[in-house]
């Protein structure tokens, strides 16, 4: 069975290019919590060192086995990778794999060594230009386990060194227990300056992401990403 959640970004919270000016460090505090919440990593204003939630804490089985990203308007799609690829192949730690089918861009994976367990991190490697688009469509396809989900809620930060870029807030809905879910993501790109593009190309993987997903308030799933933007036109 299939359930496909539509286009979601009601909650958007954009914080353009804000400075990290609290200097509390949430990440430590909230390492010694039973329960994390929206509320707290809303706080973090810093990429993390550390993963908030252990893999263990995903015991909703959500599993995430399709990602796709698309230029709007033109529909392009511009990166697209499944778990079917992921298991036919063998990974060495950040080991470089070019994606089949004509895709403009490639990825590395530098957590791999289980699949059943949950992939954390991820490393993209995009074209110069993908900073110049001004809004882009990411689909992502999951499973859910045998419980059926109230509230499934992630929310990203996005950041280049210790500035933190721009936030996002999204709601995946209500999910059916044993389904295929479907459910895009649209994401209006922040605003960059000359400047600001250029030191992102010359800085390789100096942007990053973490992604926080939430089951009715409380993390259950903590993954990272980073980001180069220096692939060959």
């Known amino acids: 069975?299939?359930?496909?959640?539509?286009?979601?970004?009601?909650?958007?919270?954009?914080?353009?290019?804000?400075?990290?000016?609290?200097?509390?460090?949430y990440e430590?505090?909230?390492l010694n919590k039973k329960i994390i919440t929206p509320e707290?990593?809303?706080?973090?204003?810093?990429?993390?060192?550390?993963?908030?939630?252990?893999?263990?804490?995903?015991?909703f089985g959500i599993d995430f086995t399709r990602f796709q990203i698309?230029?709007?308007?033109?529909?392009?799609?511009?990166?697209?990778i499944n778990k079917?690829?992921?298991?036919?192949?063998?990974?060495?730690?950040?080991?470089?794999?070019?994606?089949?089918?004509?895709?403009?861009?490639?990825?590395?994976?530098?957590?791999?060594?289980?699949?059943?367990s949950q992939q954390?991190?991820?490393?993209?490697?995009f074209r110069p230009d993908f900073l110049k688009l001004k809004t882009i469509g990411t689909t992502v396809e999951f499973t859910v386990g045998n419980h059926e989900i109230q509230d499934f809620r992630m929310i990203e930060h996005h950041f280049f060194r210790d500035t933190l870029i721009k936030s996002f807030d999204f709601d995946f809905g209500f999910c059916i227990p044993n389904t295929v879910n479907t459910c895009e993501h649209i994401y209006e790109m922040p605003k960059m300056t000359h400047h600001q593009i250029r030191?992102?190309?010359?800085?390789?993987?100096?942007?990053k992401s973490d992604s926080y997903y939430f089951v009715n308030g409380n993390l259950f799933m903590h993954n990272k990403a980073e980001y180069a933007f220096d692939l060959d036109t």
């Open 1 to 25: 069975m299939i359930s496909d959640h539509h286009t979601n970004n009601k909650k958007l919270n954009t914080m353009h290019n804000a400075k990290n000016r609290d200097n509390t460090d």
């Open 70 to 80: 698309r230029e709007i308007p033109s529909n392009r799609v511009i990166f697209q």
């Open 120 to 125: 954390r991190s991820i490393k993209y490697r």
């Open 40 to 59: 707290d990593v809303m706080k973090i204003r810093m990429p993390t060192r550390n993963y908030l939630c252990p893999m263990e804490a995903n015991v």
């Open 199 to 207: 030191d992102m190309v010359k800085n390789p993987y100096e942007t």
């Open 84 to 116: 079917s690829f992921w298991r036919e192949h063998e990974f060495s730690k950040d080991a470089s794999l070019l994606l089949p089918n004509g895709s403009e861009n490639n990825v590395q994976l530098s957590h791999l060594a289980d699949y059943t």
């Open 28 to 30: 430590t505090i909230f």
